[in-house]
């Protein structure tokens, strides 16, 4: 059974940093790319940014460059995602998500790239 699980989030005044993890069981993780999204409500789940499976290819959106920064432990099955100079716009439910490419190909930015999901963990950004 594959599982992610997502953890870090909570509420930050604005400038501030969280660190979100992201567990995952159940699949051959250093195999698989990995995703972060973000969706805030009434919004649709946007693409954050995602690493491949070694860790030598990343990518952000614009609206995060320079102040999201992705990673990936193969060892411990974990991907993190630093999150510093948090802005009142950050505020969403944040998504972890793998499989079943280990590359980031034509689409990753799109949801239905990726398999599997974790439940999300709320970040509030306060101004």
């Known amino acids: 059974q594959v599982q992610l699980v997502e953890s870090g989030g909570g509420v930050v005044q604005a400038g501030g940093s969280l660190r979100l993890s992201c567990a995952v069981s159940g699949v051959f993780f250093s195999t698989y790319a990995m995703g972060w999204f973000r969706q805030a409500p009434g919004g649709e789940r946007e693409s954050v940014s995602a690493i491949d499976w070694s860790g030598a290819s990343t990518w952000n959106a614009d609206s995060v460059k320079g102040r999201f920064t992705i990673s990936r432990d193969n060892a411990k099955n974990t991907a993190y995602l630093q999150m510093t100079s948090l802005k009142p716009e950050d505020t969403a439910v944040y998504y972890c998500?793998?499989?079943?490419?280990?590359?980031?190909?034509?689409?990753?930015?799109?949801?239905?790239?990726?398999?599997?999901w974790g439940q999300g963990t709320q970040v509030t950004v306060s101004s």
């Open positions: 998500a793998t499989g079943p490419r280990s590359s980031l190909g034509i689409g990753y930015r799109q949801p239905d790239y990726w398999d599997y």
